[in-house]
């Protein structure tokens, strides 16, 4: 069995502000894949990142960066100086092989708003 | 471009009919997804098909059928055993991550 808690529900923040949106997983396997996906209000969800089970470097792609902790089963998401674009539901999904596919379990997602 | 598309953006439901949601790729994928999105509920899982004329149950599947006939379509079919249809369903298709159409919103009538 397998899954994401996304304990914040909405996060309201004021421009500029730095925001951390945090991911809890369970999971028995050993080889597994952690994602963060962005949904806009259009409804279209955009990958944000991919990240195996092996690698816990952590990563910055301008604003955006991400911290794996195995050993707390941790991936946070924050971003820096957030922006009235960030506004979106933000989901965080777990993979693991179930009958020789990866499928992802999605976390419920937190809102997060930005306020000008 | 390569993406996937589904059709219609709106779709309504009249009690004890079926109604099918088209989802197309051109990306190329073998893996194919269907996902359900309730407010608050995150997405669950209805089917998904690794490859043509294979497809698996999900974790919400009943009253949902699909097929995989072709490599680039995997319609879902919202039979009327589905007593709460009205939700927001995603297709995706996969290589290394998840490709997420841009949705149908199904309500019923």
């Known amino acids: 069995a397998q899954k994401v808690t996304q304990a914040q529900t909405e996060i309201s923040v004021v421009e500029k502000e730095d925001v951390t949106l945090d991911c809890v997983y369970e999971t028995r396997d050993t080889t597994y894949y952690l994602f963060w996906y962005k949904q806009p209000p259009s409804g279209e969800l955009v990958f944000l990142i991919r990240?195996?089970?092996?690698?816990?470097q952590n990563e910055i792609s301008g604003r955006y960066s991400w911290n794996f902790q195995k050993s707390t089963s941790s991936f946070n998401f924050t971003i820096t100086a957030s922006q009235v674009v960030d506004s979106a539901v933000y989901f965080c999904?777990?993979?693991?092989?179930?009958?020789?596919?990866?499928?992802?379990?999605f976390g419920r997602g937190t809102s997060l708003i930005v306020h000008p | 471009d390569g993406g996937i598309t589904q059709s219609p953006k709106y779709l309504f439901r009249k009690e004890g009919q079926n109604v099918t949601l088209s989802c197309e790729q051109n990306?190329?994928?073998?893996?194919m997804y269907w996902y359900r999105q309730d407010p608050g509920q995150g997405l669950r899982l209805i089917y998904y098909?690794?490859?043509?004329?294979?497809?698996q149950k999900g974790d919400i599947a009943e009253g949902y059928s699909v097929s995989r006939e072709k490599k680039e379509s995997f319609p879902l079919t919202v039979t009327s055993a589905q007593k709460n249809p009205t939700a927001f369903y995603l297709c995706a298709s996969r290589n290394e991550k998840l490709f997420f159409g841009s949705g149908t919103q199904l309500s019923v009538l």
């Open positions: 990240r195996n089970s092996f690698d816990e």
């Open positions: 098909s690794q490859i043509v004329n294979d497809f």
């Open positions: 999904a777990l993979s693991e092989e179930r009958r020789g596919s990866y499928i992802p379990t």
């Open positions: 990306l190329n994928h073998d893996a």
